[in-house]
């Protein structure tokens, strides 16, 4: 595989074992390059500005130490990341799958959530699958967002900025939800990728969502998709 073709990847964790243990594991995967590490959530930023190549991708602890008197967690991290480096996706690792901490980080910018005991099988799933798609939305993702949101009646909260969402958006969002890329999309709707693009930029844009995670909260809140 070729050097511009790998997904490069950063990774935020202050246990040392664990940071290198996870960078062996990233490492033996040709699709993916190691491009930047940090034991620190609060120094990233000035970090990155002078990194010779930024991440695609930035596997993050939620538990990362203060600074000082300052609270910089793995949420505070994905907040300044998303304003600082939209661009880069940031997916959440943790020690314990609480659904409310997994729910608000969602909503916060998170692009993935996984528990520290995944399989590194899945680890390169989330990988792969936020930088290709936007998101990684596995079953317990899924089961967090809804048990915090609740079950509704099919009553819809009215989109971020008043206007309503087209019957096709709503198709869209559906697919969206089930994990399907821009092609997959315009293959089974007979539109273009660049029509399927407008039509997710204006979905973020009415419902007020910072990426596609943030799509399918929407989606499950307004009863649009059903897990």
Not at 23 to 31: D, N, V, Y
Not at 51 to 72: E, H, I, K, R, W
Not at 171 to 180: M, R, W
Request: net charge negative.
């Amino acid at each position: 595989m070729t050097e511009e073709n790998k997904i490069h990847v950063g990774l935020v964790e202050d246990h040392f074992l664990f940071r290198q243990g996870m960078k062996a594991i990233l490492s033996a995967w040709p699709e993916i390059e190691v491009v930047f590490e940090s034991a620190e959530g609060y120094n990233v930023l000035d970090k990155l500005k002078s990194a010779v190549t930024l991440p695609d991708v930035m596997l993050v602890d939620l538990s990362l130490p203060a600074n000082g008197q300052m609270d910089f967690s793995g949420k505070e991290l994905t907040v300044a990341l998303r304003k600082a480096y939209p661009d880069i996706k940031v997916v959440i690792l943790s020690g314990h799958g609480d659904e409310n901490f997994i729910a608000q980080l969602i909503e916060h910018g998170a692009h993935g959530y996984l528990v520290k005991d995944s399989d590194p099988g899945e680890v390169r799933d989330a990988i792969t699958s936020v930088h290709r798609l936007g998101s990684y939305v596995n079953a317990r993702t899924l089961k967090a967002i809804q048990n915090n949101m609740g079950k509704k009646t099919k009553v819809r909260t009215l989109p971020f900025n008043g206007e309503p969402l087209t019957k096709r958006e709503e198709e869209i969002l559906q697919l969206v939800c089930k994990q399907f890329t821009t092609d997959e999309i315009a293959e089974k709707l007979f539109i273009s990728p660049k029509t399927v693009n407008n039509h997710r930029n204006s979905l973020l844009e009415k419902t007020g969502s910072h990426n596609v995670a943030g799509l399918v909260i929407y989606a499950i809140k307004n009863n649009i998709v059903v897990v």
